[in-house]
C-alpha cells in the first residue's frame, strides 16, 4: 500500500510558476512509475506528464517545454515544476503511482493503482 500527499498548490499570475510536491510512503516508491494528472470542474481526469521508475519522462503536448516532472527515490518524492503558466492549466492536480509492470497504461488514469488527494492549482489573469 502507497500513500501519496501532494502540496504546493496555489493563486498564481498567468505567466507565473508552481512547484507541485507528492511524497510518497508505505511502498516500495521507486519500483512505481509517478504519474500527474489534472482534473477541471466538470471535465474528466487527464494525463499530464509521467516518469518511470528508472527516469525517463512523458508530457502531454500542451505541456511540453513548461512542465518538467522528476523524482528524488531517496526523499520519496516526485515533483512537477510548472512554469509559464496558463489560464487553462487551472485544476487540480493528482499525483498517482502505477505498477512497474503497467507502463505501457502510463496515461491511463483507470490503471493507476494509487493517488494523493489532489493540490488545487489556479491560475488567474
Known amino acids: 500500500q502507497v500513500q501519496l500527499v501532494e502540496s504546493g498548490g496555489g493563486l498564481v499570475q498567468a505567466g507565473g510558476s508552481l512547484r507541485l510536491s507528492c511524497a510518497g510512503s508505505?511502498?516500495?516508491?521507486?519500483?512505481?512509475?509517478m504519474g500527474w494528472f489534472s482534473q477541471a470542474p466538470g471535465k474528466e481526469r487527464k494525463f499530464v506528464a509521467v516518469?518511470?521508475?528508472?527516469?525517463?519522462?512523458e508530457y502531454v503536448d500542451s505541456v511540453k517545454g513548461r512542465f518538467t516532472i522528476s523524482r528524488d527515490n531517496a526523499k520519496n518524492t516526485v515533483y512537477l515544476q510548472m512554469n509559464s503558466l496558463k489560464l487553462e492549466d487551472t485544476a487540480v492536480y493528482y499525483c498517482?503511482?502505477?505498477?512497474?509492470?503497467?507502463?505501457?497504461?502510463?496515461?491511463?488514469?483507470?490503471?493507476?493503482?494509487?493517488w494523493g488527494q489532489g493540490t488545487q492549482v489556479t491560475v488567474s489573469s
Open positions: 498517482a503511482a502505477l505498477h512497474f509492470v503497467k507502463y505501457y497504461s502510463r496515461a491511463s488514469p483507470s490503471e493507476y493503482d494509487y
Open positions: 508505505g511502498g516500495a516508491f521507486s519500483s512505481y512509475h
Open positions: 516518469i518511470s521508475s528508472g527516469g525517463s519522462t
